[in-house]
């Protein structure tokens, strides 16, 4: 039996007390002192960073645990910036701003209180609240990380879980207004996301009237929208993330999505948003969905295959020819005469992508276990596997 390790995160409000506030600015300082030796001894990897990094840092009266965390912390940063430059995007020198501390150090969780290391034998105590409690006393979970802000506290929780032994597959086409699946049973589903939508443009509109010149009221009132936007989006699209997998853990079918380069082909014109607006909106709650869908399915075992989003909507999912766009969403393909829903159409090219990366007949324990019955996989005429 496989076992993978699922993550989830919960977080809550918290006041921090004058040492988390001294110790947030302390790692602060010390991501910065990191990211700048970094960058001048033009180092990528972890080892070589503590190298350099670890013994410039004695000046700080902090644990060696949160050292060793900035130093991490840098890694990345630095990863990211490289990757940035090497694409040629307009890159600024990364320079950490906000309160945020991450560490997977000495954590303690004992009563309902969350045991930060700080001094010798001094640890900080935060209450956690209800909801973190219960779920954090879920069984078998381990708390891997913490994540602290001014006002934040987060903590990442992990748990191995067995992975099912798959039945099938389910192809997901994500499109601006709804979700498109496809199953290897042949059943087709659709979600309606419009509602997403307008939330989406209703705020934006909002947004767009917005006349007043003040940068900074300007500034807190969209963050405002945003926020109140986001969860109310975000709200939706967790019934159906939960819906899709709930579904796909009863019937024991995998997940097949697109990767995220995908939401390219969403940026389309004349959905009455602005571009950058319309680019960004779609950008987010597309991944958000992917990732709440993947985290899910993950901690159920479920697995989750990403595909390339290789023409999936434009190719014939029956003989491979380019599609020609007919009225109401439909495709017709010349070569072979198919006349279909673009985003079956799509669904079912992102199932038998996925049934590529991972046939479903699994011979050798078909054989020592109960003769199962063979499995013919048949995508619309066409048989995959
Ligand atoms: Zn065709």
């Known amino acids: 039996m496989w076992f993978v390790r699922a993550v989830k995160a919960v977080w809550q409000h918290y006041h921090p007390s004058e040492e988390v506030l001294w110790l947030l600015e302390q790692f602060r300082q010390m991501l910065n002192?990191?990211?700048?030796?970094?960058?001048?001894?033009?180092?990528?990897?972890?080892?070589?960073?503590?190298?350099?990094a670890y013994g410039q840092l004695k000046g700080y009266e902090v644990l060696s645990?949160?050292?060793?965390?900035?130093?991490?912390?840098?890694?990345?940063?630095?990863?990211?910036?490289?990757?940035?430059?090497?694409r040629a995007k307009p890159t600024k020198e990364p320079y950490a701003r906000r309160l945020q501390l991450g560490t997977c150090?000495?954590?303690?969780?004992?009563?309902?209180?969350?045991?930060?290391?700080?001094?010798?034998?001094?640890?900080?105590?935060?209450?956690?609240?209800?909801?973190?409690?219960?779920?954090?006393?879920?069984?078998?979970?381990?708390?891997?990380?913490?994540t602290l802000t001014n006002s934040r506290l987060s903590f990442a929780y992990a748990k191995e879980v067995a992975e099912i032994q798959l039945r099938g597959l389910i192809g997901i086409d994500r499109n601006l207004d709804n979700l498109?699946?496809?199953?290897?049973?042949?059943?087709?589903?659709?979600?309606?996301?419009?509602?997403?939508t307008i939330i989406k443009s209703k705020y934006g509109a909002v947004k767009a009237r917005f006349r007043r010149n003040d940068v900074r009221v300007r500034r807190s009132i969209f963050q405002k929208y945003g926020r109140k936007e986001r969860n109310k989006v975000q709200h939706l699209l967790n019934n159906v993330s939960k819906h899709i997998v709930e579904d796909a853990k009863g019937k024991r079918f995998g997940i097949v999505m697109e990767n995220l380069t995908g939401i390219r082909r969403l940026y389309r014109k004349g959905n009455?948003?602005?571009?950058?607006?319309?680019?960004?909106?779609?950008?987010?709650?597309?991944?958000?969905?992917?990732?709440?869908?993947?985290?899910?399915?993950?901690?159920?075992?479920?697995?989750?295959?990403?595909?390339?989003?290789?023409?999936?909507?434009?190719r014939c999912l029956r003989c491979g020819h380019r599609l020609l766009p007919e009225e109401n969403?439909?495709?017709?393909?010349?070569?072979?005469?198919?006349?279909?829903?673009?985003?079956?159409?799509?669904?079912?090219?992102?199932?038998?992508?996925?049934l590529r990366f991972r046939p479903l007949a699994q011979p050798v324990e078909a054989m020592v276990q109960e003769p199962a019955p063979a499995v013919i996989l048949k995508v619309d005429g066409c048989e995959v596997g």
């Open 33 to 52: 002192d990191c990211i700048r030796i970094g960058l001048e001894a033009n180092v990528t990897s972890l080892k070589s960073l503590s190298l350099k």
């Open 65 to 86: 645990y949160y050292k060793l965390c900035a130093i991490s912390k840098a890694t990345g940063i630095l990863r990211n910036y490289r990757k940035a430059k090497r």
């Open 105 to 146: 150090y000495g954590l303690k969780i004992k009563g309902g209180i969350l045991w930060l290391p700080f001094k010798p034998r001094q640890p900080i105590k935060i209450l956690l609240n209800r909801h973190t409690r219960k779920v954090l006393s879920e069984p078998d979970i381990a708390v891997r990380s913490i």
């Open 180 to 196: 498109t699946l496809a199953d290897t049973e042949g059943e087709v589903e659709r979600f309606n996301l419009v509602k997403a």
């Open 272 to 314: 009455g948003q602005g571009p950058f607006y319309r680019g960004r909106m779609n950008g987010w709650s597309f991944r958000e969905l992917q990732r709440q869908i993947e985290y899910k399915a993950r901690w159920k075992g479920l697995p989750v295959i990403y595909v390339r989003p290789h023409s999936t909507s434009s």
């Open 329 to 354: 969403r439909m495709m017709k393909c010349l070569n072979c005469g198919l006349m279909i829903d673009r985003d079956i159409n799509a669904a079912k090219n992102i199932l038998a992508l996925g």
